[in-house]
């Protein structure tokens, strides 16, 4: 067959003095046109995967009992409430508890003693895992490495109860730290019932206990850095401290923007139990604190409504706090929690 006669009778072309059916001859669809794709629903994504779906239950059970459900019990900051009473209080009296604490000059004390402490744990306590997780990242040595990490993560699995008896032990009149000052002809200090010193031993005892622990997110950060960007800066000359200010930094900042908002976000929540445990009528001017404070007058005292009002408010400028910590970060360094 010659290639003219071949083209004549192609399918779907006219020839001159031959009728064609006037109708086009449809074209192939493709898989992607005939079967368009499904899309995954609730549903079908729990029934394939009910077992990963199920290990979120737990944390989801305890999230509304412990943190959502109680929230209902916010509403008695409005209302008088009487033990023995209503749940939810007898009398609606509105902003009155509100105005109380406004004009309660000790809640400003305490308020102010929260500021102060939370300020310095922030500030001294929030760096520390940091150059912590930097410093045993240089170890090459991993026996040396895992044997500091180990002393440094165990204070973390200790009780807080533990840990005050340390501290109390360690800094009564006749524990070492007063041992070691007679033995240098010092007279003994009262640490624990001097209210200068209270701060200090709050601040020394949560790092010696948290940082170690706070480095394991760090950690795990640096092993995501690409390993090329260290072998580029030592090509151009770079230094190890130029490749951590260039390159370790930048590349586990998202993370520290994070446990910086996380920590932000409960800078008026002070360690209750750690402060209840170390402190004293004698150390109430700089120990004292709204926590403490809220269960002297709450659970002490049985004024739940009044105290429901400060805890209300703490908890605005918590979430204050959170917000504007994220908005910052997100408008300097572009990462955030959400």
Avoid: C
């Avoid at 023995?84 to 209080?89: A, E, I, Q, R, V």
């Amino acid at each position: 067959m010659s290639a003219p006669e071949i083209l004549e009778s192609a399918p779907g072309r006219k020839t001159p003095g031959r009728k064609t059916s006037g109708r086009k001859t449809p074209r192939r669809k493709t898989a992607v046109q005939a079967r368009p794709r499904a899309r995954r629903t609730w549903g079908k994504a729990l029934r394939r995967d009910w077992q990963l779906y199920s290990l979120a239950v737990a944390p989801l059970l305890f999230f509304i009992i412990f943190r959502y459900l109680p929230m209902a019990g916010n509403v008695i900051a409005f209302r008088r409430y009487r033990p023995g009473g209503s749940l939810f209080g007898d009398e609606w009296i509105g902003l009155h508890y509100f105005r109380l604490f406004i004009h309660d000059p000790t809640f400003w004390h305490v308020f102010t003693n929260t500021l102060i402490l939370g300020a310095l744990t922030l500030v001294f306590i929030f760096p520390m895992p940091i150059v912590l997780a930097l410093l045993l990242n240089e170890l090459h040595n991993r026996r040396l490495k895992r044997f500091v990490q180990t002393i440094s993560y165990l204070p973390h699995f200790l009780s807080i109860v533990v840990v005050v008896g340390f501290v109390t032990q360690i800094l009564d009149v006749d524990g070492v730290v007063n041992q070691g000052l007679r033995a240098i002809g010092h007279a003994p200090i009262t640490f624990l019932q001097q209210p200068g010193w209270f701060r200090t031993i709050y601040v020394s005892s949560e790092m010696w206990q948290t940082v170690g622990w706070g480095t394991i997110l760090y950690l795990a950060a640096l092993t995501t850095i690409d390993s090329d960007l260290y072998e580029a800066a030592r090509i151009d000359g770079a230094s190890r401290w130029r490749q951590t200010w260039h390159v370790t930094l930048p590349g586990i900042r998202p993370t520290m923007m994070t446990l910086l908002i996380l920590n932000i976000g409960t800078f008026m929540a002070v360690g209750f139990e750690k402060v209840l445990l170390l402190y004293n009528p004698l150390t109430y001017p700089t120990a004292d604190v709204i926590s403490t404070y809220l269960y002297r007058v709450g659970v002490v005292s049985g004024s739940f409504s009044y105290a429901a009002a400060i805890g209300l408010f703490e908890s605005v400028v918590g979430l204050i706090l959170v917000v504007s910590a994220n908005f910052i970060s997100k408008r300097t360094v572009g990462s955030g929690l959400w």
